[in-house]
């Protein structure tokens, strides 16, 4: 479907009307939505895979998706909830696949990933990698995506004493592992 | 999330600090890409189905019109039966059949 805006508009046009544009089947709308949203569903892509092409091509499916049954979507308003739901949903048909891998011991390579102007700093994502995919998941959905344990529930359909405990013992795990390393959280 | 007793700020921040800046391109580009991609796919699929089913229906119209013709052949045949003596019959036989299993049925 052509667009009913110009690039230009699209970039300065509000996120209700973009979404609602999108939609309606407007594919320039849909791709003006992706580049707000991209950062956020690629960096939560990559604190879970890791690996930055697998994230980027599990961002994709993504949007994919998301283009796909756009029509069922409601309301603009709901758009970031729904978003976030094929996240989770991508990521754990990714887990069930068998292709995330759980790192048990660091490789010494991967500790200086990031190389700062003045330090080398362990990468949180090496930290991450050597949590349980389902304890990455919660802890990522807590301190990346900002969630509560009731909505990490709603979304995951973990029961909430699972959540709790993800959260905690991965959070626990991450902050030794980055001390292991030389660096506070 | 903050709310929680258990809640590292100090974690939550660095999280924050990790994958700051994601540029845009050419990753918007390549996902539309995916996306046109698989529309013309769809597109293709569905006209491939159409094409098909004609295909289907062209080559098999002499079985179905025959089939037609055996059918209204067979329904005419039957009609006739039915509306004969022993059609009344055995319909009068079914109905009184369908009365009695609903009476026992209702008890």
């Known amino acids: 479907m052509e ?28 791709a003006e939505v992706m580049r707000r949203r991209q950062a956020r569903v690629r960096k939560f892509m990559y604190h879970l895979c890791r690996q930055t092409a697998l994230g980027d091509d599990l961002a994709q499916q993504v949007f994919l998706k998301a283009w796909r049954s756009l029509s069922q979507l409601r309301a603009a308003a709901a758009f970031d909830g729904w978003l976030k739901r094929i996240m989770v949903s991508t990521w754990l048909e990714e887990v069930r696949r068998g292709k ?6 660091i490789d010494p390579a991967d500790v200086a990933v990031h190389h700062d102007t003045t330090t080398e700093r362990m990468d ?14 919660c802890v990522v959905l807590a301190y990346s995506e900002g969630l509560s344990h009731p909505e990490i529930v709603t979304l995951t359909g973990m029961p ?26 | ?19 700051q800046h994601v540029p ?13 991609a698989e529309q013309r796919l769809q597109v293709g699929v569905r006209m491939g189905l159409y094409a098909a089913a004609l295909i289907a229906a062209i080559v098999a119209s002499p079985w179905l019109i025959a089939g037609a013709a ?14 004969g003596l022993p059609g009344v019959w055995v319909v009068g036989v079914l109905a009184v059949g369908v009365l009695v299993v609903q009476r026992v049925r209702s008890r």
Not at chain 2, 25 to 34: E, G, I, L
Request: a neutral charge; one cysteine or more.
């Open chain 1, 3 to 30: 667009s009913r805006l110009a690039v230009a508009e699209l970039r300065q046009a509000p996120d209700p009307l973009v979404i609602a544009l999108a939609c309606a089947g407007d594919r320039s709308a849909f």
């Open chain 1, 100 to 105: 995330v891998e759980t790192t048990s011991a």
């Open chain 1, 124 to 137: 949180l994502d090496v930290a991450l990698a050597t949590l349980q995919p389902d304890m990455r998941l």
């Open chain 1, 160 to 185: 909430l004493g699972t959540v709790k405990s993800h959260i905690t013992r991965g959070a626990a795990r991450l902050r030794e592992v980055l001390s292991d390393y030389g660096e506070r959280s």
């Open chain 2, 1 to 19: 999330m903050t709310g929680h007793e258990d809640f590292d700020a100090l974690l939550k921040a660095r999280f924050d600090r990790e994958h």
């Open chain 2, 24 to 36: 845009a391109d050419p990753f918007v580009a390549n996902a539309m890409h995916r996306i046109r």
């Open chain 2, 70 to 83: 055996r059918l209204n052949a067979a329904l005419a045949s039957s009609l006739v039966w039915a509306a």
